[in-house]
Nanobody
Framework: QVQLVESGGGLVQAGGSLRLSCAASGRTFSTTRMGWFRQAPGKEREFVAG?????????YLDSVQGRFTISRVNDKNTTVYLQMNSLKPEDTAVYYC???????????WGQGTQVTVSS
């Protein structure tokens, strides 16, 4: 089992920045990759950013490329961050942290943190 706890969401004006954090605990030795997803009201959950734990390779949703940065800390505290800059109202959503023990699926999810961007 892996437990994920997100923090850092909130209300920000368009053009502002937020940094989300996700602290992982439990069987974190199984971590292959971690990611951030988001779900806006009335829409499906979508992939935002991901990072491979061993080599740090990253990938991003096209609409956040150049504005968002995913990073990791892999010491005794397994933590992944999502730095979000130049936020837009369309970035408003609940953001979820996800853990993958495999390259093919994400197997554990956090409870989500609300990000609201006002125009």
């Amino acid at each position: 089992q892996v437990q994920l706890v997100e923090s850092g969401g909130g209300l920000v004006q368009a053009g502002g920045s937020l940094r989300l954090s996700c602290a992982a605990s439990g069987r974190t030795f199984s971590t292959t990759r971690m990611g951030w997803f988001r779900q806006a009201p009335g829409k499906e959950r979508e992939f935002v950013a991901g990072i491979y734990w061993r080599d740090g390779r990253t990938s991003y949703l096209d609409s956040v490329q150049g504005r968002f940065t995913i990073s990791r800390v892999n010491d005794k505290n397994t933590t992944v961050y999502l730095q979000m800059n130049s936020l837009k109202p369309e970035d408003t959503a609940v953001y979820y942290c996800a853990h993958g023990s495999s390259s093919y699926y994400y197997d554990y999810w956090g409870q989500g943190t609300q990000v609201t961007v006002s125009s």
